[in-house]
């Protein structure tokens, strides 16, 4: 038995990035365990989340709304990874097979969002 959101197939790639993205944090400088490393991870892991309370809700404006959430929280942690790479905190290698990821994470949340916009 499982739930709906489980079967996603933005849900189950947005899981995987939260690994992805635990590994990288993992290489940032101690300094910034409780800077940028807790609010990439707490970023992170609002994507999954948020699809899944959102798939959790009846109207359709709830599920739209907490697909905008998880969107913005993708944008929010590519955002802080080109940061770490500016930073030297972690490499452009590094994030290298991250990026089709977060392009295709983008495209898929927002093709959700307006296959629910367009339904019931």
């Known amino acids: 038995m ?35 490393c807790d609010q990439l991870r707490r970023a992170i ?9 959102g798939s959790g809700r009846t109207h359709k404006n709830d599920k739209i709304h907490f ?8 944008m929010e942690v590519y955002c802080q990874l080109l940061v770490a790479v500016e930073l030297g905190y972690i490499t452009e290698d590094d994030i290298k097979p991250l990026r089709p990821l977060f392009y295709t994470e983008a495209k898929m949340l927002s093709g959700l969002r307006n296959s629910i916009e367009k339904s019931e």
């Open 2 to 36: 499982e739930f709906q959101f489980e079967k996603l197939a933005v849900w189950q790639q947005a899981k995987d990035m939260v690994k992805m993205v635990y590994r990288l944090v993992a290489k940032f400088p101690n300094e910034e365990r409780y800077a940028l």
């Open 45 to 53: 892991v609002s994507v999954p989340s948020n699809i899944a309370e």
């Open 67 to 74: 697909l905008e959430i998880a969107y913005g929280s993708l």
